[in-house]
């Protein structure tokens, strides 16, 4: 399966997730949907500092194509961030990141099951 197609079939085709992209953790985007442009500079803040910062993303917040989130919580292990009808995961896998997006009438709680639910697949093959 294409990087590609995790992001079409395993999260945006669930209803869960409007806006996704997996990022490597070597840097550069793998995949994203349509018209989800991670600028240079917010895939740095993701791949370098969203994991071993949390401190400093909790503080400056995190900016996902130019939308600029409220991090509510920030760990090794994810980073959520909201703001007002929308909401971001981003969830580390061994080799790669994933960043989810989500707006409202989507619950919060649906859109993780579903981009843990990846990650967790992701971690199982080695990626």
């Known amino acids: 399966m294409s990087w590609q197609a995790y992001v079409d079939d395993q ?3 669930t209803g ?3 806006k996704a992209a997996i990022l490597g953790k070597q840097g550069g985007i793998w995949a994203s949907s349509a018209g989800y442009n991670l600028s240079g500079k917010e895939q740095d803040v993701i791949v370098k500092t969203a994991f071993t910062a ?3 993303v909790r503080g400056n917040g995190l900016i996902l194509s130019g939308f ?3 991090v509510v ?3 090794t292990d994810e980073v959520i961030g909201r703001k007002g009808e929308r909401g971001v995961f981003v969830i580390p896998t061994k080799q790669a990141i ?3 997006e989500y707006d409202a009438p989507i619950q919060a709680g649906d859109a993780n099951v579903v981009v843990a639910k990846l990650a967790d697949y992701l971690k199982s093959v080695g990626y």
Do not use: G, S
């Open 98 to 100: 994933l960043v989810a």
């Open 73 to 75: 919580r920030a760990d």
């Open 68 to 70: 600029k989130f409220m």
């Open 11 to 13: 999260l945006l085709a």
């Open 16 to 18: 869960k997730v409007t």
């Open 54 to 56: 949390p401190d400093e």
